[in-house]
């Protein structure tokens, strides 16, 4: 069972960016990081393949957040750029058994346990 440790999150104002991390125990295969605010659903930030050569966006941070990684560190980021209040969420990385990213939170078998992210406008 690999274990995912996200680090990176804080508070940032309007207008500015933030670096998360996803260290995992293990290999891993696609990964994808996801979000909750407060009092709303969990819902798909964005997601990666394998090799990293394959990315898949939310609408909501299309152009502002970037995805990447580092298979010999088993490492996840995700760029935040032009970061706005409503994107104030605590931020999961999340592993799936498959090569393939997906933005379904129910592909995904294995959940960090989150950090937060708070925009202040």
């Known amino acids: 069972q690999v274990q995912l440790v996200e680090s990176g999150g804080g508070l940032v104002q309007a207008g500015g960016s933030l670096r998360l991390a996803c260290a995992a125990s293990g290999r891993t295969y696609a990964m994808g990081w996801f979000r909750q605010a407060p009092g709303k659903e969990r819902e798909f930030v964005t997601s990666i393949n394998w090799s990293g050569s394959n990315t898949y966006y939310a609408d909501s941070v299309k152009g502002r957040f970037t995805i990447s990684r580092d298979n010999a560190k088993n490492t996840v980021y995700l760029q935040m750029n032009s970061l706005n209040p409503e994107d104030t969420a605590v931020y999961y990385c999340?592993?799936?058994?498959?090569?393939?990213?997906?933005?379904?939170?129910?592909?995904?078998?294995?959940w960090g346990q989150g950090t937060q992210v708070t925009v202040s406008s």
């Open positions: 999340a592993a799936r058994s498959s090569y393939l990213l997906s933005a379904r939170a129910s592909e995904y078998t294995n």
